[in-house]
């Protein structure tokens, strides 16, 4: 008997992109009609999230690198970037993500902003197209909503996407180079957690140990050009992160981890804790379970970068980039292998989260970002096991050529 078709076919694979991209650059070019001196009506710059980077940059050029992490003295840089700006950040990188920005104050802000984004956002094509290539697949990265959320606000999510990515292609045949760009994750620790966690579980001690010393040497080295009280200011401002974390509302609608869930929910902090642990310690028995019994290479990637949003409680919409690399390599699994029931429709949620997330929350005060995260990383579940034909449905009329 003949199997129904999909009702995501070749067609309209096709045009949905095209017509999501091209309602982003008509917001964009809204964005740019209804601004003033590079500002919005609500007093937000262009690439609004990447001005403290600009602001840091420019302090530490002064040689006061440790006031990044005073908010005053912080918007008072980030005034000289654009004066009409009104957002006030508050600096929480570590010293070896403060090394990779600390050129940028040599450009002026638009300038440094176009340059960093878009080399970040090469480095990311990239490695994306190691595992995807074709027009279907361009199209469908190119109105992927992580791609816009990340370049719109002007975000580090295509450099720490595009090393993840690198050192997951990397381990099996180059484990030194992979350890090393799992070591350059420590620019952002808490999205590196899982990988100790995957390399134990299969053994890959010359990984680990290289992206041990990576990371150390890495963080050293920024410690030792910027100075010793960037690294403690750092660790003293994790507090007032935390803090942000746990009471700042306005903060919870992009915020797709469980915790953010739990306190939209009104669940008390204590309580929002426990929840969270208990569904990342699932996140991580899952890691490491793939990662001991499946020998697919592609399955134990996609387990990996969705996991990592379950089990750290501080991220954001914008990190979400990340999700194109789970979603290629689910795609790519299931048009060689079939599709399971349910999977295209997780993988299209997962495409749309980074969009949906803010706007949901705010309407119905749930946070679906946790549900999507778990539905992506339960289909990779799935195919990480053993599965019979006939439990698999038809092979979607698409490729990505």
């Known amino acids: 008997m003949k199997a129904h078709a999909h009702w995501l076919n070749q067609e309209r694979l096709s045009i949905y992109p095209r017509?999501?991209?091209?309602?982003?650059?008509?917001?964009?070019?809204?964005?740019?009609?209804r601004s003033k001196n590079i500002v919005d009506l609500n007093g937000n710059p262009l690439g609004a999230d990447f001005i403290h980077l600009w602001a840091a940059s420019h302090i530490a050029l002064a040689g006061h690198a440790q006031d990044a992490y005073s908010i005053g003295l912080l918007f008072k840089a980030q005034q000289i970037a654009v004066p009409e700006s009104r957002v006030v950040y508050v600096w929480l990188y570590p010293p070896s993500f403060y090394l990779v920005v600390l050129p940028l104050a040599l450009l002026p802000y638009i300038a440094a902003y176009w340059t960093f984004m878009l080399s970040t956002l090469g480095a990311y094509i990239l490695v994306l197209r190691s595992i995807v290539r074709g027009s279907t697949a361009m199209w469908c990265l190119a109105a992927f909503s992580g791609l816009w959320i990340t370049l719109i606000q002007g975000q580090n999510a295509f450099l720490t996407a595009a090393i993840a990515g690198a050192a997951l292609l990397c381990v099996e045949r180059r484990p030194l180079l992979s350890g090393l760009f799992i070591g350059l994750l420590a620019i952002k620790p808490h999205l590196a957690l899982l990988f100790p966690v995957a390399l134990i579980a299969i053994g890959a001690w010359r990984t680990f140990i290289t992206a041990a010393v990576t990371a150390i040497t890495f963080t050293a080295l920024g410690t030792g050009i910027l100075g010793t009280a960037v690294l403690t200011r750092f660790l003293a401002n994790l507090g007032y992160a935390r803090l942000l974390l746990e009471n700042g509302s306005f903060l919870w609608p992009?915020?797709?981890?469980?915790?953010?869930?739990?306190?939209?929910?009104?669940?008390p902090v204590r309580e929002a804790y426990v929840v969270h642990c208990i569904v990342a310690a699932g996140a991580v028995i899952v890691v490491l379970r793939v990662w001991r019994r499946c020998q697919d290479w592609n399955l134990r990637g996609a387990a990996l970068m969705t996991a990592t949003f379950l089990v750290s409680p501080y991220v954001f919409d914008s990190d979400l980039a990340w999700l194109a690399f789970p979603i290629a390599w689910l795609a790519m699994n299931g048009l060689r292998n079939g599709w399971l029931r349910g999977?295209?429709?997780?993988?299209?949620?997962?495409?749309?989260?980074?969009?949906?997330?803010?706007?949901?929350?705010?309407?119905?005060?749930?946070?679906?970002g946790p549900l999507v995260l778990c539905s992506l990383l339960w289909i990779t579940v799935r195919r990480a096991a053993p599965v019979s034909k006939k439990d698999t449905g038809g092979v979607l009329d698409v490729c990505f050529e």
């Open 19 to 33: 017509i999501i991209l091209a309602l982003f650059l008509i917001i964009c070019l809204a964005w740019v009609f």
């Open 254 to 267: 992009k915020t797709p981890s469980m915790f953010a869930f739990a306190r939209q929910l009104g669940i």
């Open 343 to 368: 999977e295209r429709e997780v993988l299209v949620a997962a495409w749309s989260l980074p969009m949906l997330i803010a706007p949901i929350a705010v309407a119905s005060s749930v946070q679906i």
